[in-house]
């Protein structure tokens, strides 16, 4: 985890690698509690048996918007900036779902800092690239641009 005291010190990371989360393992449990929150039950993420049987990746998968759930959390792990008194997630200018995660696998996030903007009172709007890497996998489960306003 990086640590930062100031504002003014985060920025000084724009345009490079903020670092690698831990790996995230998306448990068939998370994938149907997450199914049960959003009242997506299709069966591609629910139905082990049926996914067994028709599904071209023989097994259930997780919600994209699982994956894209899980950025607040690995975000935490990966930097803090001391001063911040609160932070929002302000939205995304751009989000694909570039590969199914099956079941058990895992996940980690990198994040690069792309731009950072003031943000009136006291804060800045940072928008960083994450990227969900699929563990074994060349591609990643999701690429997504990410808006989180920090105030001091």
């Given at each position: 985890m990086k640590t930062f005291k100031t504002l003014a010190e985060f920025r000084g990371q724009l345009g490079q690698e903020i670092g690698v989360s831990p790996w995230e393992t998306i448990s068939q449990a998370q994938i149907n509690a997450f199914a049960d929150a959003t009242g997506d039950h299709q069966w591609i993420h629910i139905d082990q048996e049926?996914?067994?049987?028709?599904?071209?990746?023989?097994?259930?998968?997780?919600?994209?918007f699982l994956?894209?759930?899980?950025?607040?959390?690995?975000?935490a792990e990966l930097y803090k900036v001391e001063s911040v008194k609160m932070g929002v997630n302000y939205g995304a200018n751009k989000v694909r779902f570039t590969a199914p995660v099956p079941a058990g696998r895992r996940v980690r996030m990198r994040m690069t800092l792309k731009e950072v903007e003031d943000q009136a009172p006291n804060g800045v709007r940072a928008t960083a690239e994450c990227v969900f890497e699929l563990e074994g996998s060349d591609k990643p489960a999701c690429v997504a641009e990410l808006i989180t306003l920090l105030f001091e």
């Open positions: 049926k996914a067994a049987q028709f599904s071209p990746f023989k097994t259930t998968i997780a919600h994209g994956t894209l759930s899980l950025a607040p959390k690995l975000m």
